[in-house]
């Protein structure tokens, strides 16, 4: 390996270090500036960070001694360069400047008569530069790549972590849910008072069961060996987070189309008043009630657009007396984003535009399995085939636990 190569390569390394090091500090700063721990596919991707940072820091390691030689060489090379230097500055007379028309003439006039001294004036006079610029030397001229790879994607799951996912443990499976109560009544009475001896009330209690069944999410990609080892930053690891990132947003949209689902009756808002707001959503929760007895937790998820009506109406400022804390744009991103009635606020990409929903976590569950990353190579084709799938299932316990919020028209 030439000294160039090492060099190259040993930068190489140190930038994959630096990015997967920022891909880890900007997961988990997304995740505390969020208030929320790490999600199971933060986490993975956070693992297989770092252990391509402790492969590169071992190639380092073995290249350390190759890039302090090719230091010293360059070192020399540049010394070398200074000592020819400062030789050619002894023995080159410099530039000639005559300070008349007469000097000139004289000069030449001396070096036509055959003066040696005016005949070297005269050359070092009329020599001309030759001017080399970047286009005559393409060929050790680089084209460097600055920064990470510029990729929009969020794969935040603000519904699906709130809710939490429960294991996914087979194709298919079944809920045990009660839909009938036992029956505890006052004993019969006659003229207001309770009569004894008369038979109890009685009522048998009833559990049927929800079905649902796995279904998988997945995609894969077949990426050239050459591709993998020549690229910069690394296109394997690239194609994977990608591939997780996918997942993660297709999974929160079904979440998201769960909530939809529901067939409770929306309650209207106003989408001009705080007050309205906050009594549709006072109203909403009394519905949830009604339906799910107070078990689980309530947040009211919502989708971009909608939040953007849902924010102007509660100001951050002095909000000590006010049913919100407020809302600040400048924070604007999935995940819980603020209050209204002390009932968090989650804004959700896997949300269609203009939805919103009041939904307890009793009323709605999810169940997951990640199969996580899946490798095979080609040695026919050079290439590596790697894919990405999970097994991901929502499912509604209660409808009446899920309300949808409407803006009155």
């Known amino acids: 390996m030439s000294e160039n190569s090492t060099d190259l390569m040993v930068a190489r390394l140190e930038k994959d270090i630096a990015e997967k090091g920022s891909f880890i500090e900007g997961t988990t700063s997304n995740a505390q500036d969020a208030g929320r721990d790490l999600t199971e596919n933060e986490l993975e991707l956070i693992t297989e960070a770092r252990k391509r940072i402790e492969n590169s820091e071992q190639q380092l390691e073995v290249l350390g001694g190759a890039i302090e030689t090719g230091r010293r060489a360059r070192k020399r090379t540049q010394e070398l360069h200074r000592a020819y230097a400062d030789m050619r500055r002894e023995v080159d007379t410099g530039a000639v400047e005559y300070r008349s028309a007469g000097a000139y003439l004289a000069d030449s006039i001396a070096a036509h008569n055959g003066s040696r001294e005016a005949q070297e004036r005269m050359e070092v006079y009329f020599r001309e530069a030759a001017h080399q610029t970047s286009g005559d030397n393409l060929g050790v001229i680089p084209d460097p790549i600055v920064g990470s790879v510029v990729n929009f994607i969020d794969a935040a799951r603000p519904v699906v972590n709130f809710i939490g996912p429960q294991p996914l443990t087979a194709a298919t499976w079944h809920r045990p849910k009660v839909t009938q109560h036992t029956l505890v009544d006052v004993q019969g009475t006659d003229g207001g008072e309770t009569q004894e001896k ?71 808002y106003l989408e001009d008043s705080a007050d309205g707001l906050s009594a549709a959503i006072w109203e909403a929760a009394a519905t949830v009630y009604a339906a799910v007895k ?29 049913q919100s804390p407020g809302f600040e744009a400048g924070n604007f991103g999935q995940g819980v984003m603020g209050s209204i009635s002390g009932i968090p606020v989650l804004m959700s990409a896997g949300l269609s535009a203009g939805e919103a929903f009041m939904f307890s976590t009793a009323g709605i569950e999810v169940f997951e399995q990640r199969v996580g990353t899946l490798q095979v190579t080609e040695p026919s084709v050079l290439g590596v085939q790697v894919a990405y799938a999970g097994y991901f299932t929502p499912l509604t316990i209660e409808a009446g636990g899920i309300v949808p919020l409407v803006a009155a028209s």
């Open 198 to 268: 008369i038979e109890l009330d009685s009522q048998k209690m009833t559990i049927t069961r929800l079905e649902a069944n796995a279904v998988t999410y997945g995609g894969y990609v077949n990426v050239s060996r050459q591709n993998i080892d020549f690229s910069s930053p690394q296109i394997l690891d690239l194609v994977i987070n990608d591939l997780a990132a996918q997942y993660a947003i297709q999974t929160e949209a079904a979440a998201g189309a769960q909530l939809a689902a529901s067939a409770t009756p929306a309650v209207n």
């Open 294 to 322: 107070g078990q689980g937790r309530l947040a009211i998820a919502v989708a971009a657009d909608t939040l953007g009506q849902f924010g102007p109406l509660f100001n951050p400022v002095n909000p000590q007396n006010a």
